[in-house]
């Protein structure tokens, strides 16, 4: 009986341990994932950030042709003609796409040719009752499947995920409102 005793106390001992060992282990992997967190979210760069219902402008350029967009009293207009219906839900989704860019990686950059801003593949131009963001695209990295952008005339060359600007590759057909058919 004595020994039947030793060995369910020495059980009891490891049961312990390996619990202490459990609760040790998963405090260490909360901690890293918190450190690795916090670590990552110092690294973000935040380029543009505004709220897109204080957008009272947007301009952008499609196959060469510059394309411009007013807001009044909540409706977007096509800056050529205000009588052509726009898709609202298009336009709120082009200026999701910019409204919060960051990345992780910029470039220290002697010209903006080698990254082909000298001749940006698009201009997007967000005009704010206060604040513009004029968002200069340059060429695609096919490394990193990431274009060059450069924001607000600022020295700094960022690298950001190159579908941040797909929604802007619409013309201003894309764009129109479908037409409601009478049945």
Known sequence: MQKQGKQFIA?????????????GLKWYNQKTADDEEAKNAEET???TS????????????????TLAFEKKEDTWYYQGD????LNQDTISSMLSSVKNITTKENVIAEGEEDYGLGTPSNVITVQLADKKFVLNVGMKNEVTNQVYLKANQEETIY???????????KNLDDLKAEEESDS
């Open 45 to 47: 760069i935040t380029v």
């Open 159 to 169: 690298l950001v995920n190159s579908s941040t600007f797909s929604d802007f590759n």
């Open 82 to 85: 205000n009588t052509i219906s």
């Open 11 to 23: 059980l009891c001992v490891t049961f312990l341990l390996c619990g202490a060992v459990f609760l």
């Open 50 to 65: 505004f709220d897109s219902d204080e957008v009272t402008g947007l301009t952008y350029l499609y196959e060469g042709e």
